[in-house]
């Protein structure tokens, strides 16, 4: 980034910056209309209009943009729940956690290109061998944003959840269950698989919230 002398951004770091949304935001279009795989540093430069010589100034590989996308996805959805938990250390647990989970699905529900993206990349992952510069940088953004998963044993002791559970296996399974629930309404284009018109993504979301509230309850509560 490009400084003045007062440490504020200078015309020269804006123009980058901007430069950078556009690719990523021309990029990102192509990938979810088109694969990963069927997408070139040339269609991209095409689409961003601008030569692949200054292209390649930004972004040196297709990776580096597939990884940059994905990282400003995981960030939005990680702080899109932060800002939705509230007090990191609340007296409700199993309220904490509902809400939480009820954020990742309204998120994923909500920008479906963006999660339709996030399948698009696992399944590129999983066939592809990236570069572990890439790798490394993603995984140190995603554990920078970390949401501690703490709020199973917070509901313990207030008492808002069982304690006959293991809690970090819960948690792991629920938040799964949860992404995994909004990566395939993204790919179905939002309609559940079900011949039964009148159950709808809402209706699904309510029902697997109401039954993880029911399941968490200690009994007689």
Do not use: W
């Not at 991209?44 to 590989?61: D, E, F, G, H």
């Not at 990884?67 to 729940?81: K, Q």
């Not at 932060?82 to 647990?93: A, E, F, H, L, V």
């Not at 039954?211 to 200690?218: K, R």
């Amino acid at each position: 980034m490009s400084l003045n002398r007062n440490g504020t951004e200078n015309k020269f770091g804006k123009m980058r910056a901007k430069q950078r949304e556009l690719i990523l935001s021309c990029a990102f279009k192509l990938f979810i209309s088109e694969c990963f795989t069927k997408v070139s540093m040339k269609d991209i430069a095409k689409k961003s209009r601008l030569s692949r010589q200054t292209l390649y100034k930004y972004y040196p590989t297709i990776d580096d943009i597939i990884f940059e996308i994905e990282g400003g996805i995981m960030a939005r959805g990680l702080a899109a729940i932060k800002s939705q938990i509230g007090d990191p250390n609340p007296t409700n647990g199993r309220q904490t956690i509902l809400r939480m989970l009820k954020t990742v699905f309204d998120f994923g529900i909500y920008h479906s290109e963006e999660t339709y993206f996030v399948t698009l990349f696992d399944l590129y992952s999983k066939t592809h061998s990236s570069d572990d510069r890439l790798e490394n940088q993603l995984m140190k953004d995603i554990q920078e944003n970390h949401i501690g998963m703490d709020y199973m044993n917070i509901g313990m002791k207030d008492g808002s959840i069982r304690t006959d559970i293991d809690a970090k296996l819960v948690s792991v399974l629920l938040f799964n269950e949860a992404v995994a629930l909004t990566l395939r309404f993204s790919v179905i284009g939002g309609v559940p698989f079900s011949l039964d018109k009148s159950i709808t993504m809402d209706k699904l979301v309510q029902q697997f919230l109401d039954a993880v509230d029911h399941d968490l309850a200690p009994q007689g509560k």
